[in-house]
T-cell receptor, first 116, second 112 residues
Framework: DSGVTQTPKHLITATGQRVTLRCSPR?????VYWYQQSLDQGLQFLIQ???????AKGNILERFSAQQFPDLHSELNLSSLELGDSALYFC???????????????FGPGTRLLVL | GQQVMQIPQYQHVQEGEDFTTYCNSS?????IQWYKQRPGGHPVFLIQ?????EVKKQKRLTFQFGEAKKNSSLHITATQTTDVGTYFC????????????FGRGTQLTVWP
């Protein structure tokens, strides 16, 4: 158990819908990262937040958005869903005690999204 | 942009055989990390290499970081069925605070 929690574990929805994935980082961790893992694309970095502010953006679609709240939990919003958005979505956290700190990332169990 | 290439994508070995996966970066890395993801699980941190030419061992696993800090390898000696999973390398560039660039991973299958 990494200490990172994600809800829900599974999500089945239809094309065109909108869903929200939730992540609670490890206690004390300030950074949250979102990743998408699909069979043909591997582990794709989407976005990173640090203490409520966006720090880095990866291959995140405009239909997707995220935020980190004052209590440090984060939400990933996926809208106008397409079949190709079906994937495992992981959240990871790290302490980020100082800029440039070479810290490991602790991954949550993931949310499996199926778009029908 | 920053890229981390990892090969092979798949590897099937007989139990007891050795296994190696390789990572190469297009640019110099400040450090590289290795993660293991068991089937149905999430990536779990294994180790971090920081210094040029660094070699670290964890029981049957040997991790190396190249002299130029652009490549890395993970070698498993005498594989066991418990080694099954996907091994990812993840490199951090010098100017990218926090972000890791993951390789595609090597999926290891071990036949008993």
């Amino acid at each position: 158990d990494s200490g990172v929690t994600q809800t829900p574990k599974h999500l089945i929805t239809a094309t065109g819908q909108r869903v929200t994935l939730r992540c609670s980082p490890r206690s004390g961790d300030l950074s949250v990262y979102w990743y998408q893992q699909s069979l043909d694309q591997g582990l794709q970095f989407l976005i990173q937040y640090y203490n409520g502010e966006e720090r880095a953006k990866g291959n995140i679609l405009e239909r997707f958005s995220a935020q980190q709240f004052p209590d440090l939990h984060s939400e990933l919003n996926l809208s106008s869903l397409e079949l190709g958005d079906s994937a495992l979505y992981f959240c990871a956290s790290s302490p980020r005690t100082s800029p440039g700190a070479q810290e490991t990332q602790y991954f949550g169990p993931g949310t499996r999204l199926l778009v029908l | 942009g920053q890229q981390v290439m990892q090969i092979p994508q798949y590897q099937h070995v007989q139990e007891g055989e050795d296994f190696t996966t390789y990572c190469n970066s297009s640019t110099t890395l400040s450090n590289i990390q290795w993660y293991k993801q068991r089937p149905g699980g999430h990536p779990v941190f294994l180790i971090q290499l920081v210094k040029s030419g660094e070699v670290k061992k964890q029981k049957r696993l040997t991790f190396q970081f190249g002299e130029a800090k652009k490549n890395s390898s993970l070698h498993i000696t005498a594989t066991q069925t418990t080694d099954v999973g996907t091994y990812f390398c993840a490199g951090r560039g010098g100017s990218t605070l926090g972000r890791l660039y993951f390789g595609r991973g090597t999926q290891l299958t071990v036949w008993p």
